[in-house]
């Protein structure tokens, strides 16, 4: 072994002996190693990028621009992480050049007034103006690394199946925000057939890093971080088959190694809401390895709690003319909102618990494994005892909805006239909409806090010299309620691009 006996033993003792993944499993920070434990190095580069997703190949792409040598460790045997799995949406607007040549106008205010209005609470303010401010040479920058977009629109509220781009991907077209700030659409997918934008993407950005010159290692888990006297991090343990191995960081250190959702031990501890959704959506390397590391070395967690929680109400767009309402049945949101809202309104604030209620004319396709079909029936007081409502609550919440919905008008909650309807036509169907039992993909939004410039900060607020993070595995513009499909992968690639270019511009450690 490359480090000294006694940060061995520690290494080892953290691993365990159930492989690599398993070993990831648990809660508590990975402390790091000293780098007076390390005898020599085995891997040496100017920067280290942990992780092979959009946020770690855009970052290593842009160390290896500045000139710097780039070094990307993948814990799995094959490189792009969750962001291969993902849609591939990137949220882009301001006016690019795809929104223009569909005839669609964008601001820059527009969309930074959107995603500070629609996000949650004390949303990452410095961070989304950057983004929005660069948004169309961040487009530019995408383009002339191989990711191709079509000049064509999708209506669709959905992943366009049809290799259509852009779309409005979030909820720019419902209430409130769409009276908040104009609306365009700003989903911009890779060209692809189906929901594979994700792997195109990737597809791209993968053998611009190679192109570029950037090395990869697959199979190599990154495990503890190394730390000189000084505070700075001069590289990383990590774990290449059997063999422990020291990886030297001339400047620094990025972790982009995704978020935790696949942690069921680090879920339930930090983002409980979150534990009970039945589809953990990623990676099988979310972890949460880089964020325990960083939190290893002091750098501050924060908003571990946040995540998405998606209710996937469409397709088909019919079922939005049917109410969600909760275990009072009481209606509790708008229906043609984004559906990572109706699963965050549900998951956070209903206690994971909501229900469906349609007619004839609103119901789902027989079969549809999603939303189970809890019960049918004649009337809507024959669905409320079905369903075991209180007498008479979900007769009064239909009635008031039908009342004006005569009229196309939703005074609750203003959902679109386009969607509102009276439900009257029998049988009317009650489904599911439990996070336990819907289908409802989940992912981390918390992790690592971090600067502008993707450089980590500790507890009290100083830069840890050497250590970067970008992705799943910082606390970026992301937040609860997710707003749209492609602020994600916007987040990663742009701030993963930070992450490299300054990491790049580190002193030399000596």
């Known amino acids: 072994m490359n480090v000294s006996d006694k940060s061995r033993r520690r290494f080892l003792s953290g691993l365990g002996t159930a492989g690599v993944l398993a070993a990831a499993a648990g809660c508590d920070p990975r402390a ?7 005898r020599q190095w085995d891997y040496t580069a100017d920067v280290v990028v942990a992780g092979s997703g959009a946020a770690g190949t855009s970052a290593a792409i842009e160390a290896r621009a500045a000139g710097a040598e780039v070094l990307m460790l993948e814990r799995l045997p094959k490189t792009g992480g969750s962001s ?64 191709k977009y079509v000049q064509k629109f999708s ?33 911009h997918v890779p060209t ?45 343990l990590a774990q290449e088959g059997e063999r422990t191995i020291a990886v030297r960081a001339r400047r620094g250190v990025v972790l982009a190694c995704g978020g935790f959702i696949q942690n069921r031990e680090m879920l339930k501890r ?53 109410i969600v309402v909760n275990r009072a049945a009481q209606r509790f949101l708008p229906e043609d909102s984004y559906y990572a809202y109706a699963g965050h309104e549900t998951a956070y604030n209903q206690h994971g618990v909501a229900y469906l209620v349609t007619d004839a004319d609103s119901s789902y396709d027989d079969g549809d494994f999603r939303m189970p079909l809890l019960a049918e029936a004649a009337s809507i007081a024959a669905l409320e005892q079905a369903g075991g409502f209180a007498e008479g609550a979900l007769q009064q919440s239909v009635a008031f909805y039908n009342q004006h ?10 959902k679109h006239p386009k969607w509102v309807t009276p439900l009257a036509k029998p049988p009317f169907r009650l ?41 799943r595995t910082s606390a970026g513009m992301p937040s609860a309620p997710y707003i749209a499909s492609g602020v994600s992968i916007g987040d990663c690639s742009f701030f993963g691009r930070q992450a490299g270019i300054h990491a790049a511009k580190e002193e030399v450690a000596v």
């Open 405 to 414: 919905a005569e009229r196309s008008v939703d005074p609750l909650w203003h």
């Open 84 to 147: 291969a799995m993902s849609g591939g949406v990137c949220y882009l607007g301001g006016g690019t050049p795809l929104q223009k040549a569909l005839g669609f106008e964008d601001s820059i205010e527009a969309m930074r007034d959107f995603m500070l209005a629609a996000g949650g609470l004390h949303p990452a303010k410095e961070k989304i103006e950057l983004y929005c401010e660069r948004s169309l040479e961040h487009f530019d920058w995408l383009v002339a690394h191989g990711v």
């Open 155 to 187: 209506e669709s509220k959905e992943l366009p199946f049809d290799g259509s781009s852009p779309y409005f991907s979030g909820c720019e077209l419902a209430a409130p925000w769409r009276d908040i700030a104009r609306p365009a659409p700003r989903g």
């Open 32 to 38: 790091p190693a000293a780098r007076r434990e390390v």
């Open 431 to 471: 489904y599911d909409l439990s996070v336990r039992s819907a289908f409802c993909p989940a992912h981390t939004f918390g992790g690592l806090e971090t600067t502008v410039r993707a450089e980590v900060l500790d507890a009290g607020g100083e830069r840890i010299p050497g250590l970067y993070a970008a992705g």
């Open 192 to 236: 692809t057939a189906g929901h594979t934008g994700g792997r195109t993407l990737m597809e791209a950005l993968l053998p611009a890093a190679e192109s570029a010159g950037v090395k990869t290692l697959r199979g190599v888990s990154a495990e503890r971080l190394v730390r000189e006297d000084d505070g700075r991090i001069v590289g990383l």
């Open 270 to 322: 930090y983002a409980p809401e979150l534990y009970d959704c039945s589809v953990p959506w990623a990676n099988a390397g979310d972890m949460g390895i880089g964020i325990r590391m960083g939190m290893g070395v002091g750098a501050a967690a924060i908003r571990m709690h946040q995540g998405f929680a998606i209710l996937p109400l469409y397709p088909p767009e019919r079922t939005i003319h049917g």
